[in-house]
């Protein structure tokens, strides 16, 4: 475990550093690059940083590295004229948690494309409620739109809705005025999701023997999981239907035919929130965030919870023992 983390600086920063780390009046070499130093009052907990902190996966690519693919806070220094001291901020996604130190800390220095100003009707706990999941969410509803969804389309279903993103997406789809059928295995959150908007709660499909092609069901998706309900998702999609996607949870290989595309039209719309998306994009999504899309019961949704305990909530994370958001107070 502690390897995942990035042995003992990871560590150290993420549960003691009051201030950033200088050496002869530069900030240590040995944190990762970038034009602006951000002072971090909240982070969250997401699946892939879970995976990295209990070292169930690879993702790391580089040690040490601080996790946290989530950041907001304070702008402290900054040689980017964009932003300046005091600027509100959020960083999501690019390589953070990767190949660049993360928000599990208590200072965060980053390129300044990579940085947000925070909208007004956000702050920085509010910022990181929403989050990478949120983000995620909201450029799925986008990517759908682009694609024909408005609101009166038909049903639109969302799988894995008992995760942060699930939760998210239910909720801003019921805000938007869409039909909403969420779909999680979690029986105890479906009241949740009824009261976040859902129209309707399903249990999670049978995938022991699908069939190329069901019967056409839905307008469009947002799909959180992956793999056998991906496939159940694209074979019950409408004619001209579109399924935005960015899960994996439950498996990277897709059980699928042709048959979807080809008969129906249907499009698979592949979601990323990395670096391979488009910035002023990524900041009007932000903007959409602060109002349109937030959820009005957001905090039904997250809680907060101390950075110090991130250990513990990633194993529960990926044992299934989390609903919802969780935000990380870099205080605490």
């Known amino acids: 475990m502690d390897a995942s983390l990035g042995t003992g600086r990871s560590l150290r920063r993420l549960t003691a550093d009051a201030s950033p780390q200088w050496v002869d009046g530069e900030l240590d070499p040995h944190t990762s690059p970038g034009e602006v130093l951000i002072r971090v009052e909240f982070s969250s907990l997401n699946y892939k940083d879970a995976l990295a902190a209990t070292g169930t996966a690879p993702v790391v690519r580089r040690h040490p590295l601080t996790l946290g693919i989530d950041a907001s806070g304070t702008v402290a220094a900054s040689e980017d004229p964009r932003y300046q001291v005091g600027d509100r901020v959020v960083v999501t996604g690019f390589g953070l948690s990767e190949d660049h130190d993360g928000g599990w ?13 925070l909208p007004e009707g956000l702050d920085p706990e509010d910022a990181m409620a929403i989050g990478t999941a949120g983000l995620t969410a909201a450029l799925a509803i986008h990517r759908l739109e682009e694609h024909g969804l408005t609101p009166g389309s038909g049903p639109v279903a969302v799988t894995g809705a008992s995760g942060g993103s699930g939760m998210l997406a239910v909720a801003m789809l019921a805000r938007l005025g869409h039909e909403v059928v969420a779909v999680s295995g979690k029986a105890e959150s479906h009241d949740l999701l ?79 929130t990395g670096y391979y998306f488009d910035n002023e994009l990524r900041a009007a999504l932000w903007q959409r965030l602060a109002g349109e899309l937030r959820p009005d019961a957001l905090w039904d949704i997250a809680r907060t919870e101390p950075l110090s305990r991130v250990l513990a909530l990633s194993t529960d994370l990926l044992e299934g023992r989390v609903t919802g958001r969780v935000v990380l107070d870099a205080g605490a």
């Open 105 to 117: 800390a208590n200072w965060l220095r980053v390129p300044g494309d990579w940085v947000v100003r």
């Open 194 to 272: 009824r009261r976040l908007g859902a129209s309707a709660v399903e249990d999670r499909p049978d995938v022991s023997a699908l069939r190329p092609l069901g019967r056409a069901r839905w307008a469009a998706a947002v799909d959180c999981v992956g793999g056998a309900p991906l496939a159940w998702l694209l074979s019950t999609a409408r004619h001209g239907g579109s399924v935005a996607t960015f899960g994996n949870a439950a498996g990277n290989d897709l059980p699928t035919s042709v048959l979807p595309f080809i008969l129906r039209a249907v499009n698979l719309l592949g979601i990323n």
